[in-house]
């Protein structure tokens, strides 16, 4: 079985705390930069279901090609 999910996580955090750095530093006041932060977590949290949902679909084609060329 493939472990990227770690990998891929550590991607996701990666990106996502650049555009943060970003939109604070662009953005200096909090009432603005605060729903864009906020959008940024919903982002981030959605990338990461994502990752994470398509990880156990390989995972469970991988399985079931092995059962099968077993």
Do not use: C, G, H
């Not at 999910?5 to 955090?13: E, P, Q």
């Amino acid at each position: 079985m493939l472990n990227t999910y770690l990998d891929v996580n550590t991607v996701i955090d990666t990106v996502q705390n650049a555009k943060r750095e970003l939109i604070n530093s662009v953005i200096p006041q909090e009432s603005v930069a605060k729903p864009a932060i906020a959008i940024l977590e919903a982002e981030t949290s959605f990338a990461k279901s994502l990752a994470e949902t398509t990880q156990k679909y390989f995972d469970t084609v991988a399985d079931t090609f092995a059962t099968i060329k077993a």
